[in-house]
């Protein structure tokens, strides 16, 4: 079955830390750049950072440096989103994919909500 698995979402508060997992289940994530997305209600979904398949990162969002870090394990299939000082703004569902179009199907996505 050809799915994209997130976990490790939840509810936390401000100053909290999660780490995110994304497990691919019939896809190989190893040849391409995956990246971590995510959706507030009535936002549209927005690139978060993305790695490259030799674990080389970029960071979309200024709002995120310095407190997210995304890493790969290839032998794995999985790519994992470290969180650290999370913040009420980060609150939204997380979805990650390749980078590259066509995209994979989405998964469920795992929610992370940052309150108090």
């Known amino acids: 079955q050809l799915q994209l698995v997130e976990s490790g979402g939840g509810l936390v508060q401000p100053g909290g830390s999660l780490r995110l997992s994304c497990a691919a289940s019939?896809?190989?994530?190893?040849?391409?750049?995956i990246g971590w997305f995510r959706q507030a209600p009535g936002e549209e979904r927005e690139a978060v950072l993305c790695i490259s398949n030799g674990g080389r990162s970029t960071n979309y969002k200024d709002s995120v440096k310095g407190r997210f870090t995304i890493s790969r394990d290839n032998a794995k299939n999985t790519v994992y989103l470290q969180m650290n000082s999370l913040k009420p703004e980060d609150t939204a569902g997380y979805y990650c994919n390749k980078v590259a179009l066509p995209y994979y199907t989405w998964g469920q996505g795992t929610q992370v909500t940052v309150s108090s």
């Open positions: 019939g896809y190989t994530l190893d040849y391409y750049a």
